[in-house]
């Protein structure tokens, strides 16, 4: 029996659904109902002195230390209940790293509080070592491999094609040393023979169901990967590792003001905060800026000599083909080191799978102008704010 209150119903359901499934079908991400859950670790905090030119541009005056949180991310894919790991963040004994690397922390160049190792997180939160199967590393710098000697043999890293596994003495300026290995079955993924895109970006289906894929996202560090969590059948948690280090360098773009516009009370915040000395969009005016008209990123990758992308221009590319995604409704972008969120991010034993039902991404995605907010970087400091 036909009713007129059955029109809207069905009306509404093929407007309901046929936005989403056009919006898989632009990213060429196949559908699937096949899902991970994802939880995210806050394992440390790093300040790097007067080395915020490293990672970004412009660096304004006062500017110069740069803090970093370093974060980890359990996964488990729900079909089969396998757990695995997204990066480790760091050893907490960097007194073992490689010469190269512990020297940043004996010259004070890197300070820190002490900190739990994640695989004590892990255990106090009773998630045993055993269960992991695999870490995924999405490169290897010493703050994001931990200590793989912490985990029992039958634990697999698996990283990307290009990863250079040579070890420290032998080769000196490699992060990795025997113990980062030792034991450890390492799975090196091959982006060359996938025929799988999403954005512009390679992509390997890690279980073959389309809950989890590995993306190629080179610049950085040679080897550089993300990963791209499905956590409900039409939503996605992109975990970028190091494709940027502030959400400065991929926000805002046109598309991403269109989806996610800033909050009244941020812009309002912002605008007398946000130097026009240094930031400028089309309907700025001295001393007020307009964030809404600002439909580039505020910072630009560093390629200073040093710098801390290996290949600037290219991770460059990289960094503008997430922002494809971020600017996306469905997809919640984490890069592992973004200040800005870690005061509100939701950390494990809370998982992050229900981000799109909670309004998570409405809440974080524009934190980082707030004068408030530890990230931000928009403004000379004055000096008289330390007398
Ligand atoms: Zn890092």
């Given amino acids: 029996m036909f009713s007129f209150s059955t029109v809207p119903r069905v009306l509404s359901l093929v407007i309901f659904i046929a936005p989403t499934l056009a919006r898989l079908q632009d990213f060429g991400i196949p559908p699937s109902d096949a899902t991970v859950d994802v939880k995210a670790f806050n394992v440390a905090n790093f300040t790097l002195n007067n080395l915020t030119s490293v990672f970004l541009n412009p660096v304004l005056p006062g500017r110069e230390d740069f803090t970093l949180p370093l974060q980890a991310f359990l996964i488990e894919h729900k079909p089969t209940k396998k757990k ?35 695989t004590e997180l892990l255990q106090d939160g009773g998630v045993s070592l055993d269960s992991i199967e695999a870490v995924f590393w999405s490169h290897a710098h010493f703050d994001h491999i931990g200590d793989m000697s912490k985990f029992p043999n039958s634990t697999k890293i698996v990283v990307g094609g290009k990863t250079d596994l040579s070890l420290s003495p032998e080769s000196p300026n490699s992060d990795l040393q025997a113990s980062d290995l030792a ?55 992109v975990l970028g590792g190091d494709t940027h280090h502030h959400v400065g360098q991929f926000r805002p773009t046109g598309a991403f003001q269109d989806t996610i516009p800033c909050p009244g009370d941020l812009l309002a915040d912002a605008r007398s905060a946000i130097s026009t000395d240094f930031f400028w969009s089309t309907k700025t005016t001295p001393g007020a800026f307009d964030i809404p008209s600002r439909t580039k990123p505020f910072f630009a990758l560093s390629d200073v000599p040093g710098s801390f992308y290996e290949d600037p221009v290219t991770a460059t590319l990289t960094v503008d083909k997430l922002a494809a995604f971020d600017a996306d409704a469905d997809f919640l972008t984490i890069i592992t080191h973004d200040q800005s969120i870690q005061s509100i991010l939701p950390y494990f034993p809370a998982s992050l799978s229900t981000w799109q039902a909670d309004g998570l991404k409405a809440k974080t995605a524009w934190q980082f102008v707030d004068p408030a907010n530890p990230a931000f970087l928009f403004s000379p400091v004055q000096e008289c704010e330390f007398e």
């Fill in 84 to 118: 695995f790991m997204f990066d480790l963040a760091m050893r907490n004994d960097p007194q073992n790293l490689p010469p190269a690397f512990s020297s940043f922390f004996s010259s004070k160049a890197i300070t820190f509080d002490p900190f739990k190792d994640i």
């Fill in 183 to 237: 034991g450890h079955e390492v799975v090196q993924l091959d982006f060359a023979n996938t025929n799988l895109a999403f954005a512009g970006m390679k992509a390997i289906d890690h279980f073959g169901d389309g809950s989890f894929y590995l993306l190629d996202t080179p610049g950085h560090f040679t080897g550089h990967m993300s990963a791209l969590a499905r956590v409900t059948p039409s939503s996605f948690i």
